[in-house]
Protein backbone atom coordinates (compact mmCIF):
# COMPACT_ATOMS: atom_id res chain seq x y z
CA UNK A 1 0.00 0.00 0.00
CA UNK A 2 1.10 3.66 -0.16
CA UNK A 3 3.51 4.95 2.58
CA UNK A 4 5.85 8.31 3.62
CA UNK A 5 8.52 7.88 5.26
CA UNK A 6 9.98 11.07 6.77
CA UNK A 7 13.17 11.53 8.57
CA UNK A 8 13.80 11.03 12.29
CA UNK A 9 13.46 14.25 14.62
CA UNK A 10 13.20 16.16 15.97
CA UNK A 11 14.93 19.08 14.84
CA UNK A 12 16.63 21.85 16.38
CA UNK A 13 18.35 24.97 14.04
CA UNK A 14 19.16 28.51 15.50
CA UNK A 15 17.46 31.34 13.48
CA UNK A 16 18.11 32.17 9.81
CA UNK A 17 19.73 28.70 9.40
CA UNK A 18 18.59 26.51 6.03
CA UNK A 19 16.15 23.69 6.89
CA UNK A 20 15.77 20.89 4.83
CA UNK A 21 13.23 18.03 6.03
CA UNK A 22 13.82 15.06 3.76
CA UNK A 23 10.04 12.98 2.60
CA UNK A 24 10.05 9.37 0.37
CA UNK A 25 6.97 8.14 -0.72
CA UNK A 26 5.90 4.74 -2.26
CA UNK A 27 2.76 4.84 -4.30
CA UNK A 28 0.98 3.62 -7.56
CA UNK A 29 0.61 6.45 -10.16
CA UNK A 30 0.64 9.68 -9.45
CA UNK A 31 -0.41 10.69 -6.52
CA UNK A 32 -0.54 14.62 -5.18
CA UNK A 33 1.98 15.14 -2.53
CA UNK A 34 1.71 17.93 0.54
CA UNK A 35 3.42 19.16 3.70
CA UNK A 36 0.92 20.57 6.30
CA UNK A 37 2.50 22.27 9.31
CA UNK A 38 0.79 21.72 13.14
CA UNK A 39 1.10 24.27 15.79
CA UNK A 40 0.50 23.06 19.57
CA UNK A 41 -3.04 22.51 20.07
CA UNK A 42 -4.28 23.21 16.91
CA UNK A 43 -5.12 21.06 13.75
CA UNK A 44 -2.95 20.63 10.67
CA UNK A 45 -2.65 23.82 8.08
CA UNK A 46 -1.79 23.16 4.16
CA UNK A 47 1.92 24.23 4.04
CA UNK A 48 2.00 23.60 0.14
CA UNK A 49 1.16 21.10 -2.54
CA UNK A 50 2.71 19.50 -5.86
CA UNK A 51 0.02 17.23 -8.22
CA UNK A 52 2.61 16.08 -10.41
CA UNK A 53 6.13 15.72 -11.39
CA UNK A 54 8.78 18.15 -11.32
CA UNK A 55 6.04 20.87 -9.93
CA UNK A 56 7.64 23.24 -7.04
CA UNK A 57 5.12 24.39 -4.33
CA UNK A 58 5.85 27.12 -2.37
CA UNK A 59 4.77 28.88 0.42
CA UNK A 60 5.72 31.17 3.21
CA UNK A 61 9.47 31.01 1.80
CA UNK A 62 9.57 27.35 2.11
CA UNK A 63 9.69 25.08 -1.54
CA UNK A 64 9.00 21.66 -2.37
CA UNK A 65 9.71 19.86 -5.73
CA UNK A 66 8.13 16.86 -6.69
CA UNK A 67 11.17 14.19 -7.64
CA UNK A 68 9.49 11.46 -9.54
CA UNK A 69 12.73 9.54 -10.19
CA UNK A 70 13.54 9.58 -7.04
CA UNK A 71 9.87 9.76 -5.03
CA UNK A 72 10.20 12.08 -3.04
CA UNK A 73 8.87 15.64 -2.16
CA UNK A 74 11.73 17.07 0.48
CA UNK A 75 10.83 20.33 2.12
CA UNK A 76 13.19 23.54 2.31
CA UNK A 77 13.36 26.74 3.43
CA UNK A 78 16.25 29.35 3.57
CA UNK A 79 16.12 30.89 6.79
CA UNK A 80 14.45 29.68 9.25
CA UNK A 81 12.21 31.68 12.11
CA UNK A 82 11.33 31.20 15.46
CA UNK A 83 8.50 30.95 14.32
CA UNK A 84 8.72 28.35 12.12
CA UNK A 85 8.56 25.91 15.07
CA UNK A 86 6.09 23.05 14.67
CA UNK A 87 5.29 19.68 13.57
CA UNK A 88 5.74 18.71 9.77
CA UNK A 89 3.80 16.38 8.26
CA UNK A 90 4.45 15.07 4.47
CA UNK A 91 1.27 13.57 3.05
CA UNK A 92 -0.09 11.90 -0.31
CA UNK A 93 -3.11 11.36 -1.84
CA UNK A 94 -3.49 8.53 -4.32
CA UNK A 95 -4.32 9.00 -8.05
CA UNK A 96 -7.34 6.81 -8.55
CA UNK A 97 -10.07 7.86 -11.76
CA UNK A 98 -12.88 10.04 -9.75
CA UNK A 99 -12.74 11.35 -6.27
CA UNK A 100 -10.08 10.17 -3.51
CA UNK A 101 -9.41 12.14 -0.77
CA UNK A 102 -7.96 9.93 1.68
CA UNK A 103 -4.57 11.00 2.96
CA UNK A 104 -1.46 9.00 3.83
CA UNK A 105 0.92 10.71 6.47
CA UNK A 106 4.46 10.76 7.48
CA UNK A 107 4.88 10.16 11.11
CA UNK A 108 5.95 13.78 11.52
CA UNK A 109 9.30 15.52 12.32
CA UNK A 110 9.12 18.33 15.58
CA UNK A 111 11.40 21.46 14.66
CA UNK A 112 12.73 23.47 17.20
CA UNK A 113 13.93 26.70 15.94
CA UNK A 114 16.64 28.67 18.77
CA UNK A 115 16.35 32.77 18.61
CA UNK B 1 -14.53 32.34 4.84
CA UNK B 2 -15.19 30.59 8.01
CA UNK B 3 -12.23 27.61 8.36
CA UNK B 4 -13.71 23.99 9.39
CA UNK B 5 -15.44 23.59 13.17
CA UNK B 6 -15.19 20.37 15.62
CA UNK B 7 -17.19 20.37 18.94
CA UNK B 8 -16.78 20.09 21.32
CA UNK B 9 -13.20 20.84 22.04
CA UNK B 10 -12.21 18.50 24.92
CA UNK B 11 -14.09 15.25 26.01
CA UNK B 12 -13.49 13.12 28.91
CA UNK B 13 -15.63 9.79 28.71
CA UNK B 14 -15.53 6.41 30.76
CA UNK B 15 -14.24 3.23 28.88
CA UNK B 16 -17.77 1.63 27.39
CA UNK B 17 -19.32 4.54 26.79
CA UNK B 18 -19.96 5.83 23.78
CA UNK B 19 -19.25 9.62 22.39
CA UNK B 20 -20.51 11.76 19.41
CA UNK B 21 -17.98 14.37 17.40
CA UNK B 22 -19.36 17.02 15.24
CA UNK B 23 -17.44 18.17 12.13
CA UNK B 24 -18.99 21.48 10.40
CA UNK B 25 -16.89 22.11 6.97
CA UNK B 26 -16.31 25.16 5.07
CA UNK B 27 -18.89 26.69 3.00
CA UNK B 28 -19.06 25.46 -0.31
CA UNK B 29 -17.22 22.07 0.53
CA UNK B 30 -18.74 18.70 0.26
CA UNK B 31 -16.34 16.16 1.36
CA UNK B 32 -15.68 15.43 4.75
CA UNK B 33 -13.23 13.66 6.12
CA UNK B 34 -12.24 12.32 9.73
CA UNK B 35 -8.25 11.02 11.22
CA UNK B 36 -7.30 9.66 14.26
CA UNK B 37 -3.76 11.13 15.86
CA UNK B 38 -2.26 9.67 18.38
CA UNK B 39 1.47 9.71 19.32
CA UNK B 40 1.99 6.21 18.75
CA UNK B 41 0.30 5.56 15.14
CA UNK B 42 0.73 8.61 13.73
CA UNK B 43 -2.21 10.27 11.53
CA UNK B 44 -4.86 7.42 10.28
CA UNK B 45 -7.56 7.88 7.99
CA UNK B 46 -11.06 6.93 9.16
CA UNK B 47 -13.16 7.72 6.33
CA UNK B 48 -14.64 9.65 3.88
CA UNK B 49 -18.17 11.64 3.07
CA UNK B 50 -19.43 12.82 0.11
CA UNK B 51 -22.90 13.93 -0.54
CA UNK B 52 -24.01 11.50 2.34
CA UNK B 53 -22.57 8.92 1.36
CA UNK B 54 -19.20 7.07 3.19
CA UNK B 55 -16.86 6.89 -0.21
CA UNK B 56 -14.05 5.90 1.21
CA UNK B 57 -13.27 3.78 5.21
CA UNK B 58 -9.96 3.24 6.59
CA UNK B 59 -9.15 0.54 8.82
CA UNK B 60 -11.01 0.76 11.83
CA UNK B 61 -13.64 -1.23 13.62
CA UNK B 62 -16.71 -1.49 13.23
CA UNK B 63 -17.41 0.57 16.58
CA UNK B 64 -16.43 3.95 14.64
CA UNK B 65 -19.36 5.35 12.56
CA UNK B 66 -20.00 8.56 11.18
CA UNK B 67 -22.40 10.15 8.80
CA UNK B 68 -22.98 13.12 6.56
CA UNK B 69 -25.78 15.38 6.34
CA UNK B 70 -27.56 17.20 3.38
CA UNK B 71 -25.90 20.30 4.68
CA UNK B 72 -22.51 18.87 4.37
CA UNK B 73 -21.82 18.92 7.94
CA UNK B 74 -20.87 15.74 9.66
CA UNK B 75 -20.64 13.29 12.57
CA UNK B 76 -18.67 10.51 14.09
CA UNK B 77 -19.56 7.88 16.56
CA UNK B 78 -17.11 5.82 18.63
CA UNK B 79 -19.02 3.21 20.50
CA UNK B 80 -17.88 0.90 23.84
CA UNK B 81 -15.16 3.64 24.06
CA UNK B 82 -12.15 1.75 24.80
CA UNK B 83 -8.99 3.17 26.57
CA UNK B 84 -7.33 3.26 23.39
CA UNK B 85 -9.26 5.10 21.34
CA UNK B 86 -7.36 8.46 23.51
CA UNK B 87 -6.73 10.32 20.40
CA UNK B 88 -6.94 13.50 18.60
CA UNK B 89 -9.76 13.66 16.01
CA UNK B 90 -9.66 15.89 13.33
CA UNK B 91 -12.04 16.68 10.36
CA UNK B 92 -10.76 17.69 7.14
CA UNK B 93 -12.72 19.30 4.02
CA UNK B 94 -12.44 19.94 0.28
CA UNK B 95 -14.54 21.24 -2.46
CA UNK B 96 -14.72 17.61 -3.85
CA UNK B 97 -12.61 15.45 -2.91
CA UNK B 98 -10.29 14.88 -5.24
CA UNK B 99 -7.17 13.53 -4.68
CA UNK B 100 -5.42 16.94 -6.07
CA UNK B 101 -7.38 19.56 -3.65
CA UNK B 102 -5.92 20.31 -0.55
CA UNK B 103 -7.86 19.44 2.73
CA UNK B 104 -8.42 21.89 5.78
CA UNK B 105 -8.63 20.79 8.75
CA UNK B 106 -10.22 22.14 11.92
CA UNK B 107 -8.64 21.96 15.38
CA UNK B 108 -10.07 18.65 16.06
CA UNK B 109 -11.37 17.40 18.97
CA UNK B 110 -9.18 15.63 21.85
CA UNK B 111 -10.94 12.71 23.39
CA UNK B 112 -9.49 11.04 26.43
CA UNK B 113 -10.88 7.82 28.10
CA UNK B 114 -10.27 7.41 32.02
Known amino acids: GDSVTQMEGPVTLSEEAFLTINCTYTATGYPSLFWYVQYPGEGLQLLLK?????DKGSNKGFEATYRKETTSFHLEKGSVQVSDSAVYFCALSPYLTGANSKLTFGKGITLSVRP | KAGVTQTPRYLIKTRGQQVTLSCSPISGHRSVSWYQQTPGQGLQFLFEYFSETQRNKGNFPGRFSGRQFSNSRSEMNVSTLELGDSALYLC?????????????FGDGTRLSIL
Open chain 2, 92 to 104: ASSLTGHSNQPQH
Open chain 1, 50 to 54: ATKAD
